[in-house]
């Protein structure tokens, strides 16, 4: 087949950069967690700054997939909003924490 537009498509490759992208921002997650409490971040600000580690988050997987998404993604949502939710469980859990441990004693 000359000139086919159907590109083939390595599943196990996507699956293991899906599985990859999940493992960055759910340590991301933790990390910057930990930064917000540490810096006494509170409030609203909190949340803001969450939202900027998952824009750094996407710009960097976006760069390093050469925003080529569909090729090393299963689509464009998986990576724009990937397990969002489950992952502010984590932030919010480690941003207490690190809250908790350095500035409740102030």
């Given at each position: 087949m000359e000139g086919s537009k159907f590109e083939?498509?390595?599943i196990q490759a996507i699956v293991e950069n899906n599985q990859k992208a999940q493992t960055i921002r759910i340590v991301m997650s933790i990390f910057g967690g930990l930064a917000a409490g540490v810096?006494?971040?509170t409030g609203f600000n909190g949340f803001y700054f969450y939202i900027g580690l998952n824009v750094i988050?996407?710009?960097?997987l976006l760069m390093k997939s050469k925003f080529q998404i569909t090729k090393y993604f299963n689509g464009?949502?998986?990576i724009l909003c990937g397990d969002l939710f489950?992952?502010?469980l984590c932030y919010i859990m480690f941003w207490?924490?690190?809250y908790a441990l350095i500035n409740v004693y102030e």
């Open positions: 083939k498509l390595n810096l006494g971040i988050i996407l710009i960097a464009k949502m998986d489950s992952n502010l207490c924490l690190g």
